[in-house]
Nanobody, 126 residues
């Protein structure tokens, strides 16, 4: 059974940085596309960033481009989200997602990921 667990969330001032981590209980982690999404109450889950199995393809949501960086360490079965220049509108619950797709290009839609973590709260104070 695939399990994902996020950590690293918390309270930070606007302009600050946070690094989220996601640990996966997947033996063949390198075969999984990974992504981060976020959600605020009353709104749909929003795409943040995605990374292909090999790490050769990355995609970012327009609102985080140039500020967030997704990365992975297949040896540690982990994916990371480095968040810089945080804004109050980045406040949300952040979710790690993974899928064993054969596609080379990572998906950016919620429905393209079959495995999800429980989420970690990020709060940016202005």
């Amino acid at each position: 059974q695939v399990q994902l667990g996020e950590s690293g969330g918390g309270l930070v001032q606007a302009g600050g940085s946070l690094r989220l981590s996601c640990a996966a209980s997947i033996r063949t982690f390198s075969r999984y596309t990974v992504a981060w999404f976020r959600q605020v109450p009353g709104k749909e889950r929003e795409f943040v960033a995605a990374l292909s199995r090999s790490g050769g393809y990355t995609y970012y949501g327009d609102s985080v481009k140039g500020r967030f960086t997704i990365s992975r360490d297949n040896a540690k079965n982990s994916v990371y989200l480095q968040m810089n220049s945080l804004k109050s509108e980045d406040t949300a619950v952040y979710y790690c997602a993974a899928d064993s797709t054969s596609a080379i290009v990572p998906g950016t839609r919620v429905g393209e990921y079959g495995y999800w973590g429980q989420g970690t709260q990020v709060t940016v104070s202005s």
